[in-house]
């Protein structure tokens, strides 16, 4: 990893995802024990602030991807079944609350920022062009959730030649037995897969 060709890339970081009155909490079903699954977005919040820090600390590139749509959802690119319930309730609109990146991980003047209508960072947007401009080759990748939006973007990332590392504990999915399986297809076929403590370890050396 070198750090003059390594970005951050955090996906879906959002209100609508993870904040308590976002959206897709307010929305989710109890589980059996009467809890939030969605809850356990929050948990890679620490790990991909810590990266972040480091990162600006150190010049590197911080990229924020995120999904937004037009008010009208005429650019969407998301099976209807996933947006029937979006859209009744205004989720996910560009400019609202609800898209806007959560406090906790606030974008800085120096971060970039990529908008996307569908599960994967690269589709119709202008991240590969971003990156190649800034000569960056190898991706960290850190976000919610791991087996959609984050496994669509690691996918496509590998399509377009760049190499991932996907951060273990800085990604997570409502679906714990999808995260886990997302883990072990990058790591067997796409890329690597580290703790965030791994991955500054190796940058700094």
Known sequence: MDKKSTALVIIDMQ??????????????????HGNNPLDVLK?????????A????DNNMPVIHIYTACEADYSDVALPRKVMTKAKEMGALVKGTWGANIIDELA?????????????????QTPLDRT??????????ITGVNTNYC???????AVAY??????VSDATKSFDLQGHEATLKVIAAGFGEVMSTREVLQHIAA
Do not use: C, W
């Open 15 to 32: 209100n609508d995802f993870v904040h308590d009155e976002g959206f897709s909490k307010k929305n989710a079903p109890p589980d059996e």
């Open 43 to 51: 948990e890679p919040i620490p790990h991909i602030s810590s990266l």
């Open 53 to 56: 820090a480091f990162f600006r």
């Open 107 to 123: 974008p800085h003047p120096t971060d970039h920022m990529v908008r996307k209508t569908s599960y994967g960072g690269f589709f």
């Open 131 to 140: 990156l190649r401009n800034m000569q960056v080759t190898d991706l960290i």
């Open 150 to 156: 984050v496994e669509t973007t690691v996918r496509e």
């Open 161 to 166: 030649g760049y190499e991932v590392t996907l």
